[in-house]
C-alpha cells in the first residue's frame, strides 16, 4: 500500500499511504485530502462572492506564490546530471597513498556517485546559454567519508587572485543599474584597472569564452587545494576535467546563428545525450607540487590567475568520470543544489590560496539564505552516508539526524549518557606552520602578462582574429581613457594584441568619420 516517486532521484520515496479504495492516481491537497474539484472556486453562487475558508485553493495558491527560491546571485542559468566517478587506484601511475589518503581514489574500479551542475555565470535563470561568459562546471563526489564538492569553471584560471574583489567584478559584469543592460564600456571600466584578468580575458573574449555545449568542454578546479597523505605531509594540488568528447569552441558569429533559434541549446545538448545513451566522460587529471612557496617560479602556486606549465607539472590521471542519469525534477536536483569549496574530504585540504579562503565563506553563506538553514538535509545535498550531528532544528527541519542507539535526549558533547562521540581522522593531521605580520598586501610574484602573452601567441589565428573582434566590439564605446589603459595592458602582454585591438579600434570609429566626410 506504499506509492510516492522519488522526487530527487536520490532515494527519497514520499510515501503516500492510500486510504481503502483509493486510486493511487487521486489528486490531493498536501494534508492528503482527495480533491473532487480542481477547475472551480467556492462561491456564493456561480457568480458570487468566493469564500475565504476554501483550505484547497488557498494551499494551492499560496504554494504557487511561493515557487521561486532566490537564484543564485551568479551561475543562475544551469543545467546537471548525475553520474559515477571510477578511481584508477593511482595518480599518474604512480602509487597515490604518497600525495593523499582520501578514501575515493585509493582502489582502482572504486566507484563514488557524483551530481555535476554547469552553469553560466553573469545573466539569470532563462538567458541565452550562448553568451559569453566563464562556464561553471561544479561536482558533487557522494563518497564513503561524505561529500567533495569540486567547484570550478572551464578556462583554468580567474580574474582576480583577492577574494575581496569578486563583488565589484561581479557588479562589472552584471547588467547596469540603470539600463539593466550588460555594458562593454562598464566590464572595462573595471577591467583596466585590474591587470591581473589579463589572462583570463585572453580567453574570455577568444572562441573559449563561449563553449559550443557543455559536453565538448574541460573543467578545472582552478584554485590551488592539498593533498595530505597518511603521515599528514601535503603537496600542492590542482584539478583538471578533460573531456572524453574533445574541446569545441565558438565563434561570436556561430553563437549568433545557434542563439538565433535555440537559446537553451548547451541544456538540450546534455539532456540529449544522455538521453540517448551516449554518455559524456570526463578524465580527472590532477598536476601536483611540493607544499612550499615555490621560489624558483615566476608565478606564485597559490596565484589562481597562472596555469601552472604542463612541462613542469605534468597532468596525471586519477580516474574517470561518467554522468549517465538526467535528472527526474530540474527545481529539486538542479536548482537546489548547493556546492561550494569548504566540501572537502580526509585526505583533501585547503592552501592559503586568498581565493578559495574568500569563496569558502561565501558559498554556504549564500545557500543558507538562497535554500535554507537545513539546505544539507536535502535529498541533493545530502551525503549518501549517515549523518549524526548535534544541529537541531531551524527553518524547514526534515528529519533529526540520529545514529542508531543514540539517546534522542542527548544533543551535545560530550556526555556519559550514549550521546555521539568524536572518531579519529585516518592519519595524521598535516598542520602547516604559519608566521607572519597581519598585512593588506599584494602577493609579491603578480607578473599580470607573460601568461597572458603566451595564452595570445597560443591561440590559432582564427581565435586571435575572433579576440580581437569580440574586444573592439566590447570597448569601442567605452571611455578614451578606459581604452587607452586597455591598449596599454594588450601590449604589455604582446606588442602584435596591442597593435591589432589599437587598430580595430580606430577603424570601428571610421565609417562614422566616412560617412561625414561622404557628406
Ligand atoms: C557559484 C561566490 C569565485 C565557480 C557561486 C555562488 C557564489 C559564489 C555566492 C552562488 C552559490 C549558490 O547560490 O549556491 C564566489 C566568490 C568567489 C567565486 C565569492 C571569489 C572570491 C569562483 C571561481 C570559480 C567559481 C574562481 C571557478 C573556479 C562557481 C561555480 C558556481 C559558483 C561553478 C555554481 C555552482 C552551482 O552550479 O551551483 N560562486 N565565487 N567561483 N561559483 Fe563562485
Known sequence: ???????????????????????????????????????????????????????????????????????????????????????????????????????????????????VRFSSVIHGGHSPETLRDPRGFATKFYTEDGNWDLVGNNLKVFFIRDAMKFPDLVHAFKPDPVTNRQDGARIFDFI??????????????????????????????????????????????????????????????????????????????????????????????????????????????????????????????????TLNRNPENYFAEVEQAAFGTGVLVDGLDFSDDKMLQGRTFSYSDTQRYRIGTNYLQLPINAPKKHVATNQRDGNMAYRVDTAPGQNAHVNYEPSNMNGLTESAPSGEEHRPFVQGQL???????????????????????????DLINNLVDNLKDADQVVKDKMVALFTQCDADYGRRVSEGLKAAMMPEREAVAND
Open 439 to 465: 598585512v593588506r598586501q599584494k602577493i609579491d610574484r603578480t607578473n599580470d602578462f607573460k601568461q597572458a602573452g603566451e595564452r595570445y601567441r597560443q591561440h590559432t589565428e582564427a581565435e586571435r582574429d
Open 192 to 321: 583596466s584597472g585590474t591587470p591581473e584578468a589579463m589572462h583570463m580575458i585572453t580567453f574570455l573574449f577568444s572562441p573559449w569564452g563561449i563553449p559550443a555545449n557543455y559536453r565538448e568542454m574541460e573543467g578545472s578546479g582552478v584554485n590551488t587545494y592539498k593533498w595530505v597523505n597518511k603521515a599528514g605531509e601535503a603537496h600542492l594540488v590542482k584539478y583538471h576535467w578533460v573531456p572524453k568528447q574533445g574541446v569545441r569552441n565558438l565563434t561570436q558569429p556561430e553563437a549568433e546563428k545557434i542563439q538565433g533559434k535555440n537559446f537553451n541549446h548547451a541544456t538540450q545538448d546534455l539532456y540529449d545525450a544522455i538521453k540517448a545513451g551516449k554518455f559524456p566522460q570526463w578524465e580527472l587529471q590532477v598536476q601536483l607540487m611540493p607544499d612550499g612557496e615555490h621560489p624558483e617560479l615566476d608565478f606564485d602556486p597559490l596565484d589562481d590567475t597562472k596555469i601552472w606549465p604542463e612541462d613542469l607539472f605534468p597532468m596525471r590521471p586519477v580516474g574517470l568520470m
Open 1 to 115: 500500500d506504499h506509492t510516492g516517486t522519488a522526487v530527487s532521484g536520490v532515494g527519497n520515496a514520499a510515501d503516500t499511504r492510500l486510504a481503502g479504495g483509493e486510486d493511487p492516481q487521486t489528486l490531493t491537497t498536501r494534508q492528503g485530502h482527495p480533491v473532487f474539484d480542481n477547475q472551480n472556486l467556492r462561491t456564493v453562487g456561480s457568480r458570487g462572492p468566493t469564500t475565504l475558508e476554501n483550505y484547497h485553493f488557498l494551499e494551492k495558491i499560496s504554494h504557487f506564490d511561493r515557487e521561486r527560491v532566490p537564484e543564485r546571485v551568479v551561475h543562475g542559468r544551469g543545467a546537471g546530471a548525475h553520474g559515477v566517478f571510477e578511481a584508477y587506484g593511482t595518480v599518474g601511475g604512480e602509487d597515490i597513498a604518497r600525495y593523499t589518503r582520501a578514501k575515493l581514489f585509493d582502489t582502482r574500479g572504486k566507484e563514488t556517485p557524483v551530481f
